[in-house]
């Protein structure tokens, strides 16, 4: 079993910066895939960034460029870092967790409860 609690959502000006981070507590984190997806109003959830156990990664056409997915496998935290942020990118945010096969596709077992970006224009 796997929980995933994240932080660090907020209210930021078009051009400005958040990093979501997303703890993970149970066992096998390093051997899960870690995954954001976000959801904004009206919208369905959508993939924004995967890292793989392996550490390979992949991002939603979207946000490449803008935005980082990164791990610490001692701390078992997956982030992301959003920089350049948009008002399109107002949504809330979840991680995910899973395997390899489903983290950026369907999405891994595993959800956290989300967390809310807000980019004014």
């Known amino acids: 079993q796997v929980q995933l609690v994240e932080s660090g959502g907020g209210l930021v000006q078009a051009g400005g910066s958040l990093r979501l981070a997303c703890a993970a507590s149970?066992?096998?984190?390093?051997?899960?895939?870690m995954a954001w997806y976000r959801q904004a109003p009206g919208k369905q959830r959508e993939l924004v960034a995967a890292?793989?156990?392996?550490?390979?990664?992949n991002y939603v056409d979207s946000v490449k460029g803008r935005f980082t997915i990164s791990r610490d496998n001692a701390k078992n935290t997956v982030y992301l870092q959003m920089n350049s942020l948009k008002p399109e990118d107002t949504a809330v945010y979840y991680c995910n967790a899973g395997g390899d096969d489903s983290i950026a596709t369907t999405g891994g077992n595993y959800w956290g409860k989300g967390t809310l970006v807000t980019v004014s224009s």
């Open positions: 149970g066992s096998m984190f390093s051997g899960n895939g």
């Open positions: 890292i793989f156990s392996g550490g390979s990664k």
